[in-house]
């Protein structure tokens, strides 16, 4: 019986598709967009390196396997080459494109520039990677990546997610560039993508008080400035008044 029974079981089938796709990894699904403001740093700082995550679907080489960047216009206003950011072609970023041999993933960096029409207007830089000797694309909801670059403030991309409102009860509210501002000096904090990630986020899930003393605390300072002639109040976003109600 014993041997009839394992006779009949079918054999696991073997993955044969020698050809390797190489995709962006995003820190959620269907997150494909960055935004890197230098509107954080001090005046002095003129460039900035934004690290992206690759990985392979297929199987691990004895060597390494090269790979190329490249940009893809949106049909708007475009980040520019040398102007916005590093070109991939360029001697200082030699070396850095590539699948190392036995792994399967690889961070890869890419240069931007603090030009001054960040400070007017946000440039999006679209990625994608091209096909070679080594890679096919991967799956194509994972084949674009989009930095929005600036010099001021501009709306994380996690905020909405972490920050606007969880699981639907209202945190903090819309974002808007006063707003913002406004509570980067009541905090002492950055409130970019990664501080949202990775402290607001674990706040959220682990520390309710917290949260309830950052919301109470924003809503003091805001009377408070308010209420003083001198910050002409009170403040707002445009024709929008802020608030964290």
């Given at each position: 019986m014993l041997f009839l029974f394992t006779s009949c079981e079918k054999d696991p089938s073997v993955y044969e598709?020698?050809?390797?796709?190489?995709?962006?990894?995003?820190?959620?699904?269907?997150?494909?967009?960055?935004?890197?403001?230098?509107?954080?740093?001090?005046?002095?700082?003129t460039e900035d390196t934004v690290w992206l995550?690759?990985?392979?679907?297929?199987?691990?080489?004895?060597?390494?396997?090269?790979?190329?960047?490249?940009?893809?216009?949106?049909?708007?206003?475009?980040?520019?080459?040398?102007?916005?950011?590093?070109?991939?072609d360029d001697a200082r970023l030699a070396g850095y494109y590539y699948i190392p041999k036995g792994e399967t993933e690889s961070l890869v960096p890419v240069i931007v520039k603090r030009d001054a029409s960040l400070k007017k207007n946000d440039y999006p830089l679209r990625l994608t990677i091209e096909v070679n000797e080594y890679f096919a694309l991967g799956s194509k909801e994972y084949l674009y990546?989009?930095?929005?670059?600036?010099?001021?403030?501009?709306?994380?991309?996690?905020?909405?997610?972490y920050v606007k409102s969880?699981?639907?009860?209202?945190?903090?509210?819309?974002?808007?560039?006063?707003?913002?501002?406004?509570i980067i000096n009541v905090t002492q904090e950055k409130w970019d993508d990664e501080y949202i990630l990775n402290t607001w986020k674990y706040y959220l899930e682990?520390?309710?008080?917290?949260?309830?003393?950052?919301?109470?605390?924003?809503?003091?300072e805001l009377e408070k400035y308010n209420a003083d002639p001198a910050n002409n109040g009170p403040l707002k976003d445009g024709d929008v008044i802020v608030s964290f109600d």
């Open positions: 598709n020698e050809e390797c796709y190489l995709r962006f990894v995003y820190a959620n699904k269907g997150d494909s967009t960055v935004s890197r403001s230098f509107a954080y740093g001090a005046d002095e700082i995550k690759v990985s392979i679907m297929g199987f691990t080489s004895d060597r390494d396997r090269p790979f190329v960047l490249k940009q893809v216009k949106t049909g708007g206003q475009d980040a520019v080459a040398g102007t916005h950011y590093v070109a991939f990546k989009t930095i929005t670059l600036a010099d001021r403030l501009v709306r994380p991309d996690n905020w909405d997610r969880y699981y639907g009860q209202t945190i903090l509210g819309d974002w808007g560039e006063n707003k913002h501002k406004f682990n520390d309710n008080g917290y949260i309830n003393y950052v919301k109470n605390l924003l809503k003091t």
